[in-house]
């Protein structure tokens, strides 16, 4: 299955301020997905990121305050924007394995406590 | 629309003790479904699924079998260790509108030693 890699483990940032997420690949992958999890929460899908074209997002969340890139088949970026206390979660980048019979494969995850 | 339920926790089971963790779905069509564990400051990993009725998905010792008629996937293990002590998410894809995939609410599992 795919392995990905994603940083920053965990970060406390200012109110205010923004927080620019990375998750590598190391597969090619059509699509990204962004969830975040606030404490104590299930999983939440934020985006789906496709490479080449702007990102598919759920109700309640909108480019503006959850910009994303997706510059190749293995990369992708959430940034946090202009973040406040309620922004505290966590963040997982996922990926299709194999079809989406197969499941999905999680980043570690990105703590964001914001202060 | 497509949903997940499944049991309240904390589940807290003495080590050796069988594990039991509901979960039913609502879906239209023949969705897959999963089982993610997440342990204490990781991300979630893919622990067991089923793609269709009657499978039963299986890995580490647990287990859940797909049933459409009760439309349930309910996680066992016959003996829990301290190490089993994790988030467990139940999980669907419907394989409609997308690929997006549907999380319950989790049930967090304490294993005393």
């Known amino acids: 299955s795919a392995v990905i890699s994603q940083k920053p483990s965990r970060d406390i940032c200012q109110r205010g301020t923004s927080l620019t997420i990375q998750c590598q690949v190391d597969?090619?992958?059509?699509?990204m997905f962004w969830y975040r999890q606030q404490p104590g929460q299930s999983l939440t899908l934020i985006a789906t990121a496709n490479q080449g074209s702007e990102a598919t997002y759920e109700s309640g969340f909108v480019i503006d305050k959850f910009p994303i890139s997706r510059p190749n088949l293995t990369f992708s970026t959430l940034t946090v924007s202009n973040m406040s206390p309620e922004d505290s979660s966590i963040y997982l980048c996922s990926v299709e394995d194999e079809g989406s019979n197969y499941g999905y494969t999680f980043g570690s995850g990105t703590r964001l406590t914001v202060v | 629309g497509d949903s997940v339920t499944q049991m309240e926790g904390p589940v807290t089971l003495s080590e050796e003790a069988f594990l039991t963790i509901n979960c039913t779905y609502t879906?239209?069509?023949?969705?897959?479904l999963f089982w993610y564990v997440q342990y204490p400051g990781e991300g979630l990993q893919l622990l067991l699924k089923?793609?269709?009725?009657?499978d039963k998905g299986s890995n580490k010792g647990f287990e859940a079998t797909y049933r459409k008629e009760t439309t349930s996937f309910h996680l066992e293990k016959g003996s829990v260790q301290v190490s089993d002590s994790a988030v467990y998410f139940c999980a669907l894809n419907g394989n409609t509108g997308g690929f997006k995939t549907i999380f319950g609410a989790g049930t967090r599992l304490f294993v005393k030693a």
């Open positions: 089923a793609t269709k009725a009657d």
């Open positions: 879906a239209t069509g023949y969705p897959s």
């Open positions: 597969s090619q992958v059509t699509m």
